[in-house]
Nanobody, 128 residues
Framework: VQLQASGGGLVQAGGSLRLSCAASGRTFRSYAMGWFRQAPGKEREFVAA????????YYADSVKGRFTISRDNAKNTFSLQMNSLKPEDTAVYYC??????????????????????WGQGTQVTVSS
């Protein structure tokens, strides 16, 4: 199973970007899909996640109301619509999926160790 993230780029503050993550490879069950980001010198942090069982979404407080995560089950893809971008949103964004069920059984969608398949990352740069 592989994840391929795309859609990053350079945008001015207040602008929008849409990130996409496509899954390929052997058929697998995904319990949740998530987006994380990592700025230079900082740890990777949770951004958003969506449960594949019931569609419940989860957001970091810093992006709530500005970012929207969505899924397309038929195409095995999910996206992150980012609006009202701020310079502090600048980071490499990673998509990830949980194919082991850790998010489902623990109810925790926020930690990197809950996800076992990761995409390669896409750079998002927001200029002031």
């Amino acid at each position: 199973v592989q994840l391929q993230a795309s859609g990053g780029g350079l945008v001015q503050a207040g602008g929008s970007l849409r990130l996409s993550c496509a899954a390929s490879g052997r058929t697998f069950r995904s319990y949740a899909m998530g987006w994380f980001r990592q700025a230079p010198g900082k740890e990777r942090e949770f951004v958003a996640a969506i449960s594949m069982s019931d569609g419940t979404t989860y957001y970091a407080d810093s992006v709530k109301g500005r970012f929207t995560i969505s899924r397309d089950n038929a195409k095995n893809t999910f996206s992150l619509q980012m609006n009202s971008l701020k310079p502090e949103d600048t980071a490499v964004y990673y998509c990830a999926t949980d194919s082991r069920g850790h998010t489902y059984y623990t109810g925790n969608y926020y930690y990197t160790n809950q996800y076992n398949v990761w995409g390669q990352g896409t750079q998002v740069t927001v200029s002031s």
